[in-house]
């Protein structure tokens, strides 16, 4: 079994920074890429950011130029670094991991984390 745990949500002002990780956990034997989704209230979930298992990166025109998405293979992990932080980015944030294969041969098409919420405002 996958699981994904996401940390480093929380409040802070405009103009603010956070740095959010999702760490993948099991007998992973190969992925294609990991991503960040958001979820603002009311809205429905956007895919924000992705990097590929080599390291290529893709960002939503929301986000480009102030979030950056890296990922450490050996760890598992991935990074959002949310920078120049605006109300309009308070959301749940959702880490995910796609096409995912364990030890055994387990493949899965997509998997989710639990979610961590940003909240800016002043």
């Known amino acids: 079994q996958v699981t994904l745990v996401e940390s480093g949500g929380g409040s802070v002002q405009p103009g603010g920074s956070l740095r959010l990780s999702c760490t993948a956990s099991?007998?992973?034997?190969?992925?294609?890429?990991m991503g960040w989704y958001r979820q603002a209230p009311g809205k429905s979930r956007v895919n924000i950011a992705g990097i590929t298992s080599g390291g290529s990166t893709i960002y939503d025109d929301s986000v480009r130029g102030r979030f950056t998405i890296s990922m450490d293979n050996d760890k598992m992990t991935v990074y959002l670094q949310l920078n120049a932080l605006q109300p309009e980015d308070t959301a749940v944030y959702y880490c995910?991991?796609?096409?995912?294969?364990?030890?055994?041969?387990?493949?899965?098409?997509?998997?989710w984390g639990q979610g961590t919420l940003v909240t800016v405002s002043s």
């Open positions: 995910t991991a796609v096409s995912v294969v364990t030890m055994d041969g387990t493949t899965y098409n997509q998997l």
């Open positions: 099991g007998s992973i034997y190969n992925f294609a890429g």
